[in-house]
């Protein structure tokens, strides 16, 4: 059975190409837009998988990681008189303008803290000594602000709220869902900045725990020295980040419509495709039905096409899409493709190629053996 099918679905080779065809657009779609969907959100929690932190304490109903509330920074006395706190430090993180040398200016989002090694922020470093940002005017960027504030180096000069700041080192890879450039400065020269809004002022505190502790008991602790705000950990606050987005936006819905449609246009394809195929065929099958064969049987040649035609658009649209990422990183964009999304795509394509072959199946189950006898 699996020779005929396969000899049925090499038969007409420009069929059979256009069936791959088919489900290759549908594949390639769903791993591209799925990939740069993917990508996009890991922007809005990357901040958040990177430190070191069990927990994040922030203002009430904080919505992201990027868009946050201010509050005493003097409340981080309290998380640190938790028993099971091993370590405790302000964080803030603030928009504010930055001058270019053309004379525009852009946005730009500060990260302000006092010691950034303890907490792995930033994560990867280009070029600089982190620890120098607390000696004066100061100001590390990520280099991935290029494209919005044009060409930057060690030692340039920039403007922030009329302070000037030296470019004293170069991050990687710290980039927001906002795409807004990413900085890194000194907490306490973070707040001289704008003091109106944080003078005295913070917007997260991080948290790690002491070896031993347990979490949520230091998470309720720190609930109730600070009822006015929330306590998250790392998997919660990652989740409502990029939850935000997803709902607000319309960016998970969007992206729902896209992956269906290009389902659609795949499955559509297969299913008319087979079933031209069948009824191009049909007094082979009927031939089979006559020398004993059953609906099973024939069935079985059926999902075998759908099956074939579906590991070879998948292994085309899969090759096609690996290579469209060098592509879409040159314009600054990520496609987040790992082993486990290929598998799921790579079940998705064969459910979908079978779906799409019991079109045929109504026809073969009506078919009368005797037609192969007939003139």
């Given amino acids: 059975m699996i020779d005929i099918a396969r000899k049925i679905l090499l038969h007409d080779k420009l069929r059979f190409v256009i069936t791959v065809s088919g489900v290759t657009f549908a594949v390639t779609l769903v791993l591209v837009q799925m990939g740069l969907f993917r990508g996009i959100l890991s922007h809005a929690s990357i901040t958040i998988e990177k430190a070191n932190a069990g927990l994040w304490v922030t203002s009430r109903n904080t919505a992201n990681v990027d868009f946050c509330g201010t509050f005493s920074e003097h ?92 470019i004293i080192g170069l991050t990687r890879e710290a980039e927001s869902f906002t795409t807004t450039p990413v900085g890194f400065v000194d907490f306490q020269r973070l707040q001289e900045m704008d003091p109106y809004n944080l003078k005295g002022k913070t917007t997260y505190v991080l948290v790690r725990l002491a070896p031993g502790a347990d979490l949520s008991t230091v998470r309720q602790e720190i609930q109730k020295r600070l009822p006015y705000n ?48 069948t009824l191009d065929h049909y007094r082979e099958f009927a031939t089979v039905k006559a020398i004993g064969g059953s609906n099973a049987d024939i069935y079985r040649i059926l999902i075998k096409q759908a099956v074939l035609a579906a590991v070879a658009g998948f292994a085309a649209g899969w090759m096609l899409s690996y290579a469209v990422r060098p592509v879409m990183a040159k314009l600054g964009l990520t496609v987040g493709i790992d082993p486990r999304f290929v598998g799921l795509v790579f079940i998705g394509t064969v459910v979908l190629c079978v779906s799409a072959s019991l079109v045929s199946f109504r026809k073969v189950a009506t078919m009368d053996p005797v037609l192969v006898f007939r003139a």
């Fill in 75 to 166: 409340y981080l006395h309290r998380i640190r008189s938790v028993p099971g706190v091993a370590r405790a430090d302000n964080l803030i993180v603030w928009y504010l303008r930055l001058r270019l040398p053309t004379g525009a200016s852009e946005g730009v989002m500060l990260y302000g803290l006092k010691d950034f090694t303890g907490w792995n922020i930033p994560w990867q470093l280009a070029a600089g000594d982190l620890t120098k940002l607390r000696c004066g005017n100061y100001l590390f960027l990520d280099a991935s602000g290029i494209r919005r504030f044009g060409p930057f180096a060690v030692g340039d000069f920039r403007e922030i709220m009329g302070r000037r700041m030296k």
């Fill in 230 to 277: 929330d306590v998250r950990t790392q998997a919660e606050w990652v989740s409502i980040s990029r939850r935000y987005w997803v709902v607000s936006t319309g960016l998970g819905l969007n992206m729902f419509l896209t992956v269906f449609l290009g389902c659609l246009v795949g499955v559509v394809i297969v299913a008319q495709t087979l079933y031209t195929s």
